[in-house]
């Protein structure tokens, strides 16, 4: 995701070299290229100009206070001004009511059925929340048919009705359903066309003052660049919607509506699609994605996705073995299968920083463990339990169940022994600080 950006804002920021100050002369080359960069991700003309004029009254005004290097000053104002540009602050979406009615709008194909489901995965898991999705688009049976199989998938009922072709009345008696069966939220995904048209806006508008939503977000194709933040200007216009929702920036989306659209619409960027899967979804932070424009990496977000995969009782247990030497082959798969439910590989190294530009051009898939797990599974229990006793003999056979050579499988053991004393030492460290703060 935005690679290009990156890789050229970086390239301009080494134009500033050296030690000396700020001045009018050295950051003007800077900004233009910057401009250049940001018109390339397809940014508007008239927010990447007002954008670089920011960025220069704020360099040279603060050029005296500073002890950092014009590059490093640059880097910081600008990435300032790339959260600022993006809405600042992150804003959630609005639960109040009873139940709370969320209004879907966009474009078909944006992401909007995705996205409703997705919604309702994380409402349900994170939020405790009964949600209830709502099925409105009377015009395409295959796309109600999409989201009962999402509903199903996630365990989350759907409201529809085939019989009937007015979106509204569907609208209003699944809220009338949600209130009887105990929903705490409706999400109602409405139809798209594939262009702004006048008809799909009477209608949208027409179930909005029908059920009079909490929420209205607007989904749109991060893909689609200026279109994405005409489009949002159009819906805006007639819906007054309250976030937009960026699908798919897992592609190799240039950026520029991550970065136009809260400019250009005043409202904010509530949620981040990432993948076609449905915990494929990240609430959106300005600050965080304006790191990783800057191949600062995002940090944050990869700790907290390890926390929502780490689990407590599972941590103390594994303690407990390394402590006791009993670390084997069944822990060490399931640590791998932790990581794997973290998501993309690729994607969660891009989070480290320095680490999004240095990946571009290496191939890692999610099959990366595929050869450690195979050859994991073709060891009898007994053998994954007592790695010690894996000899000659037993090693070739497990090669050649899994496909691989003794030399993968020697190699697999030799990782499984650093691990297994990596851990040892991380444990033991631990357990003397402990001591230690008891004291
Ligand atoms: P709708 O017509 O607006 O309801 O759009 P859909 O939800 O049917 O999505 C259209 C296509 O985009 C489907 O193939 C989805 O799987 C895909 N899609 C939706 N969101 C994302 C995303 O965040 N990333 C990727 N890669 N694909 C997505």
Redesign the pocket.
């Known amino acids: 995701m935005f690679e290009s950006l990156s890789e050229r804002l970086e390239r301009s920021f080494k134009i500033l070299k050296g030690e000396g100050k700020i001045s009018e002369i050295n950051v003007a080359e800077t900004l233009k290229d910057v401009r250049k960069a940001l018109l390339d991700a397809d940014v508007n003309f008239k927010i990447a100009k007002t954008f670089t004029d920011t960025v220069k009254e704020k360099a040279i005004g603060q050029n005296v206070l500073t002890s950092l290097k014009p590059n490093q000053l640059m880097v910081k104002i600008v990435h300032d001004e790339l959260a600022q540009l993006m809405g600042g602050a992150s804003v959630d979406i609005n639960l109040k009511g009873s139940p709370t009615v969320i209004l879907m709008s966009?474009l078909?194909?944006?992401?909007?059925?995705?996205?409703s489901g997705k919604l309702a995965n994380l409402l349900k898991t994170k939020r405790s929340k009964n949600p209830l999705l709502v099925a409105c688009d009377v015009y395409r049976p295959a796309?109600i048919e999409?989201l009962k199989v999402l509903g199903e998938q996630l365990g989350v009922p759907v409201y529809s009705d085939l019989e009937s072709k007015n979106p509204v009345s569907i609208a209003e008696a699944a809220i009338k359903h949600a209130k009887l069966h105990g929903n705490d939220v409706v999400i109602v995904d409405t139809a798209?066309r594939l262009a702004v048209d006048e008809a799909m806006m009477n209608e949208i508008a027409a179930i909005k003052k029908a059920i009079n939503p909490q929420e209205i977000l607007f989904?749109v194709d991060s893909m689609t660049g200026q279109d994405a933040v005409n489009t949002a200007k159009e819906f805006n216009d007639r819906l007054d919607f309250d976030g937009v929702i960026l699908?798919?920036?897992?592609?190799d989306t240039r950026g520029g509506a991550a970065l136009s659209i809260r400019s250009v619409v005043n409202k904010p960027i509530k949620f981040v699609?990432?993948?076609?899967k449905m915990d494929?979804l990240d609430v959106f932070y300005p600050e965080r994605m304006a790191d990783r424009i800057l191949g600062m990496g995002d940090i944050v977000s990869l700790v907290e996705r390890a926390q929502e995969q780490y689990d407590e009782e599972d941590a103390r247990r594994l303690q407990k073995r390394i402590a006791k030497n009993q670390f084997d082959f069944n822990d060490f798969i399931s640590q791998i299968q932790q990581i794997k439910k973290m998501g993309n590989i690729k994607d969660l190294a891009a989070m480290i920083p320095g680490m999004g530009k240095a990946l571009k051009d290496v191939d890692i898939d999610d099959n990366a463990f595929k050869g450690i797990e195979a050859i994991i599974h073709s060891m009898t229990p007994l053998e994954r339990a007592n790695p010690a006793m894996l000899n000659g003999s037993r090693k070739q056979r497990i090669a050649a169940g899994s496909g691989t050579t003794i030399v993968d499988v020697n190699r697999l053991l030799k990782q499984f022994d650093q691990t297994s004393k990596m851990m040892k030492m991380a444990t033991m460290s631990q357990g003397k600080l402990k001591l230690g703060k008891r004291r």
């Open positions: 966009g078909q194909g944006s992401g909007k059925t995705t996205f796309a999409q798209g989904v699908t798919k920036l897992d592609g699609g990432t993948g076609e494929a």
